[in-house]
């Protein structure tokens, strides 16, 4: 990087002078190297420009002021706030008018101003300075080391030759020089660098264009304020232009004075400064007598194919006019001229005149004129044919071509002949076969001279359609010595038949495929591949699929995609609908037509771009089909591999392929619906049990199902007449009874359904009971026509609740029974209770009563054991009477019952007993059913106590879901349970039946030597 000493450079502080120029309304027009310095902007920046953009906005109204009162007879001063580079500057101006110039200039204000700048700046501000100051120079900067280095070029350099710093390291400058300028610009400058000699040097230079230019390289050396050489610094101006024309000024100068051509040039005023030989010739005047003349007073020329006001317009905006002029001779004669005109320019590029060239065309003029006059009318003619035309030479050049040809046959005439082989389309004929240029119509009659009417060729255009054209072949004879001689030339005429033939092929693809889908057997998927081949058959380079949308119109299915991959079809399967999902997700979603012609710039697309780059999707347009009710079935996707815009054509076609596809797709939902509803129908008439019927009322037909076969013995189908057959298989003494109920359903119909109970006769004579019913169909005018209805063979069911009716009659006899046993038992316990205990108790109290009469002195103790057998019998008694009314069950409820009863069995020291409970019995148990599991309790702890020889004794009460839990477990000598059912042991039967009131279920688990378990679940009451 350039570095730059903080130290002030020698002369800082000098008085330098401001300069700046504008027009009368404050247009800059001119300003100052210093005055840029200030400012810190490019002279381009500022030209044309108002001054008011260069002061401070709170002296922009002051200034706008002083202009419109300027007063030229008085010298004026203003002092402005410039906006300079790092802090605005108060300057004073002094203003001048300059006045109007002799060349017409207009006046203008001259501002000048002395200004002081400080020069002591960081390096950083200085270095930026530079350069902005040296990227907006025209001009070719660069700058060296003191070891000549190259360590800077500017933007200007970089754009002339696109060459870096780093480019020119070692022999760079060396590739870039023209071989033949090597010793000027490498060696020369090498000895001026070494001597530290400024350097003027003209070479050519390569730029990037590979173009070597002419350019000249002002360099100087530089120093540092401390007196070190620091270096080069050069200028490089691109001259190729002024040294070419330099080459040719001398040559031209030769040329001038024998050429042709009338050779013409002025002033910037138009004052004829040269007028070569030619010019005198054809103008028939002098030089003498023109030269230092207005151009338009000596030759008043008059223009043809401009105004002179739009020439003089043309040469301001692009330095260069063409035309036609003419000039009337003073011999008498018009003269017609072809007039080129171009701006001369100095090496500043400042205007310094026109030159123009005159040429003759008076001769030529006349002929082409009446050479025009003829082809205008022919071309007239061609061109406004329908047809398109061709003229052919024997070497297959085009000779002419109307535009309907070129057209129809996309030639673009060049000005480059072109022939039959520049044709960059393929020709096919109708069947196919490609035609080879020896097929073709004007080839075979240039080779035989045979004419051709109506040959029907294909092609395609621009990836569109295929073209179809019919071609006519005429042969020409410029001159025709014998019948054998091959023709010089052949007419074609071409006829555009594209719309009728792909209609023909569009309406032939159309009806095959309607053909396939009045057809069950093909399936929806094999119609649409067809259909969409034979749409890609007419589109080169087009890939089309169907999308259908799923039951829950959220997301899309793949139907058909003939051309596109597999694995692109997998992919999409599943993606959801959406505003921004893509074309065919967007469609569905919208429900109106998507054009993404640039998917990879498309935001429908953002968030499938990898998928389109991955299978080179460049353009899809996606059709939503819809149907009746103007909701998405499905849609026709397009697409091509290149960015694509649809034509009109296009969009008709696939519109007719969206109806097409609609009436497809609502064929096949329909055929498959009525497909699957049969299917369902003969699966429900076979896998029921019910007989289906189906009456027709107006004819009196019957369907009878497959249920009449395998219940009844008839066959089934159409019975004709079916409704008397049907009247003559019922009962007789039922008959009355159901066509009374029918009778009534069919002409009141106050009831949904029909239901009626009748017997029928079987095929084997046999009358079976059935359960009928039916309902009414109505038309589309609300008319009864059918009747549908299904029959039950009820026979076996009544047979069935007669024998669970007995069956329940003789278990409720059996609980019955139980219950009087239970009672029996019960009392029979008691009676022996009250003969084997209260009263052997209640004898032996008597027997002491009797002794303490005889006995006086044993009187008091016979009297006391008396009285203590007396409380024997009260206990006994007490304890019989609990067992009968447990006051406690009722009272206290079942689970304080149930540990009173643990308490007294307890208290007989006999085993160890243990009750657990959970759950809200109380809650859940009526008093019946708490009596019942008490009762069960006293069974069997009653039966262990007897027969078990336990130790030990579980009971467990809990709840489980709808049901009491009641588990006894004891480790006593358990027993077959087989045997005891066999016995039908008074003990577990009560138990059972005790249960069995209540919906109880009783398990037994026990074998010898394993103890026993018993398992109780009853119902609560909520759920009996």
Not at 358 to 373: G, K, S, V
Not at 776 to 785: F, P, S, T
């Amino acid at each position: 990087m350039l570095k730059q000493s903080n130290k002030p450079r020698p002369g800082a502080g000098r008085p330098k002078t401001l300069y700046l120029q504008t027009d009368l309304h404050g247009t800059i027009l001119a300003v100052s190297s210093p005055l840029l310095l200030t400012t810190g902007k490019g002279r381009q920046d500022l030209i044309g420009q108002p001054i008011t953009s260069l002061v401070a906005p709170e002296d922009a109204p002051a200034l706008h002021l002083l202009l419109q009162q300027y007063d030229a007879a008085i010298s004026l001063h203003a002092d402005l706030t410039i906006q300079g580079i790092h802090s605005p500057q108060s300057i004073s101006f002094t203003i001048i008018q300059k006045k109007a110039g002799k060349k017409q200039q207009p006046p203008s204000l001259e501002w000048h101003a002395p200004a002081i700048f400080d020069e002591v700046m960081p390096a950083i501000d200085e270095e930026q300075l530079f350069r902005q100051f040296a990227d907006a120079s025209p001009g070719m900067i660069w700058i060296s080391d003191e070891e000549d280095n190259t360590v800077y070029f500017n933007k200007s350099w970089l754009r002339f030759t696109g060459i870096t710093v780093e480019d020119v390291a070692e022999d760079g400058w060396t590739r870039l020089i023209h071989p033949d300028d090597i010793s000027v610009a490498i060696n020369s400058y090498r000895v001026y660098f070494k001597e530290r000699k400024p350097a003027t040097l003209e070479y050519r230079i390569k730029t990037k264009s590979d173009q070597y230019r002419w350019v000249i390289d002002q360099s100087a050396p530089r120093y540092h304020a401390d007196g070190r050489f620091l270096g080069f610094i050069g200028s490089v101006m691109d001259i190729h232009d002024r040294k070419m024309a330099e080459e040719t000024v001398y040559a031209q100068a030769k040329v001038m004075r024998h050429v042709s051509d009338a050779i013409i040039s002025t002033d910037n005023e138009f004052y004829i400064t040269v007028f070569n030989h030619a010019a005198e010739r054809i103008y028939g005047l002098k030089a003498a007598d023109v030269i230092g003349k207005s151009i338009r007073e000596a030759i008043p020329h008059e223009y043809l194919t401009s105004s002179r006001a739009e020439a003089l317009k043309d040469l301001e905006e692009s330095g260069a006019w063409d035309g036609m002029m003419y000039y009337d001779h003073p011999a008498g004669n018009r003269v017609f001229l072809h007039v080129s005109l171009r701006v001369l320019r100095n090496e500043q590029g400042d205007r310094t005149g026109i030159a123009a060239i005159h040429h003759d065309i008076t001769e030529t003029r006349r002929a082409e004129e009446a050479l025009r006059i003829s082809e205008e009318r022919y071309r007239s003619l061609v061109h406004a044919l329908g047809e398109g035309i061709l003229l052919i030479d024997k070497q297959g050049n085009i000779l002419a071509c109307n535009e309907s040809a070129e057209q129809m046959l996309d030639l673009k005439q060049s000005g480059v002949t072109l022939t039959i082989h520049d044709f960059s389309m393929q020709f096919v004929f109708e069947d196919g076969r490609v035609l080879e240029v020896a097929d073709y119509p004007a080839v075979r009659t240039l080779h035989t001279g045979e004419s051709f009417k109506e040959v029907i060729i294909g092609f395609h255009k621009n990836f569109s359609m295929m073209n179809w054209v019919s071609v006519n072949t005429e042969p020409i004879y410029y001159t025709r010595s014998s019948p054998e001689q091959l023709p010089d030339a052949v007419v074609v005429t071409i006829v555009d038949i594209t719309d009728r033939k792909n209609h023909q092929q569009l309406l032939a693809l159309e009806k095959k495929v309607l053909e396939m889908n009045a057809l069950p057997a093909i399936s929806l998927k094999t119609i649409t591949d067809y259909f969409l081949e034979g749409l890609e058959k007419l589109f080169p380079g087009m890939l089309c699929s169907v999308l259908k949308l799923d039951a829950e119109k959220q997301s899309i299915e793949p139907l058909s995609a003939p051309s596109l991959p597999s694995e692109y079809s997998q992919t999409i399967n599943g993606r959801s609908i959406g505003a921004k999902n893509g074309s065919c997700g967007t469609a569905m979603y919208r429900k109106e037509k998507v054009f993404c012609n640039d998917v990879a710039n498309d935001p429908l697309w953002h968030d499938y771009r990898d998928l389109a780059e991955n299978y080179k999707i460049g353009a899809c347009w996606s059709f939503p089909i819809l149907d009746s009710h103007q909701e998405v079935m499905a849609t026709i996707a397009v697409y091509y591999s290149y960015p694509k815009s649809p034509d009109q054509k296009d969009l008709e076609i696939l519109d007719r392929a969206c109806d097409l596809l609609r009436i497809i797709i609502e064929n096949k939902d329909a055929e498959r619906k009525i497909r699957r509803n049969h299917e369902r129908y003969l699966l429900v008439t076979k896998a029921t049990n019910d007989a289906i019927w189906d009456w027709d009322i107006s004819t009196s037909d019957l369907y009878w199902g497959e249920g009449y076969y395998t219940l009844f013995g008839y066959k089934p189908g159409l019975v004709p007449d079916g409704f008397t057959k049907w009247e003559e298989l019922i009962h007789p003494d039922d008959i009355g009874n159901v066509k009374t109920s029918l009778h009534r359903y069919i002409h009141h119909n106050k009831t949904r359904l029909w239901e009626a109970e009748y017997r029928f006769r079987k095929a084997n004579g046999d009358y079976a009971l059935v359960f009928d019913r039916g309902f009414l169909i109505y038309d589309h005018e609300g008319k009864m026509n059918r009747m549908v209805g299904s029959v039950q063979n009820i026979t076996e069911k009544r047979e069935m609740e007669k024998k669970l009716l007995e069956q329940e009659l003789n278990k409720q006899k059996l609980v019955a029974q139980a219950v009087v046993n239970a009672q029996e038992k019960e009392r029979a316990e008691i009676g022996k209770d009250l003969h084997d205990n209260v009263n052997q108790i209640l004898t032996t109290a008597k027997l002491y009563l009797e002794l303490a009469l005889a006995d006086e002195e044993e009187r008091m103790q016979l009297i006391k054991r008396c009285a203590g057998s007396i409380t024997d019998a009260i206990n006994e008694v007490r304890t019989l009477s609990r067992s009968l009314v447990p006051a406690s069950v009722g009272d206290l409820g079942l689970i304080e019952s149930m540990q009173d009863l643990t308490e007294s069995v307890r208290a007989t020291k006999k085993l160890q007993i243990k009750f657990e409970h959970s759950g809200q019995i109380e809650e859940l148990l009526d008093d019946k059913r708490k009596l019942t599991l008490f009762r069960i309790v006293q069974e069997q702890v009653n039966n262990v106590l007897k027969h078990s020889g336990a130790k030990n004794l579980l009971l467990r009460l809990t709840q489980e879901d709808t049901f009491i839990c009641l588990v006894i477990s004891d480790d006593g000598n358990g027993f077959d349970s087989a045997s005891v059912r066999a016995k039908k042991g008074s003990g577990l039967s009560n138990i059972i039946s005790r249960a069995e009131i209540f919906n109880g279920v009783v398990s037994l688990e026990t074998a010898p030597g394993a103890g026993c378990r018993l398992t109780v679940q009853v119902p609560t009451e909520t759920f009996k």
